[in-house]
């Protein structure tokens, strides 16, 4: 199974993106999802995560109200819609699922750089 990413660039502050993550391979069935990043010289941190139903959400507190996690799980797609984006949001963004396979495992795509100008 991959994870791969789209949607990342470069944005004025205040300007919006749209991430997608899409899942690719046979016989898998996926559970959570999550978008995280990593700016340069920081550790990977959590930004949002919603459930296999897509009915529960959770956010970083630095991005509550600004971005927005949604899932498509008949396309195995997961979205990130970032507005009112900020310097400080830039990173590259990564996507993770929980799937199943043979087992569970835990799947990260190759991450999508967001870079927002001042």
């Known amino acids: 199974v991959q994870l791969v990413e789209s949607g990342g660039g470069l944005v004025q502050a205040g300007g919006s993106l749209r991430l997608s993550c899409v899942a690719s391979?046979?016989?898998?069935?996926?559970?959570?999802m999550g978008w995280y990043r990593q700016a340069p010289g920081k550790q990977r941190e959590l930004v949002a995560t919603i459930s296999s139903g897509g009915g529960t959400t959770n956010y970083a507190d630095s991005v509550k109200g600004r971005f927005s996690i949604s899932r498509d799980s008949a396309r195995n797609t997961m979205f990130l819609q970032m507005n009112s984006l900020k310097p400080e949001d830039t990173a590259v963004y990564y996507c993770n699922a929980i799937i199943l396979t043979v087992d569970w495992g835990n799947y990260w795509g190759q991450g999508t750089q967001v870079t927002v100008s001042s």
């Open positions: 391979g046979s016989a898998f069935s996926i559970s959570t």
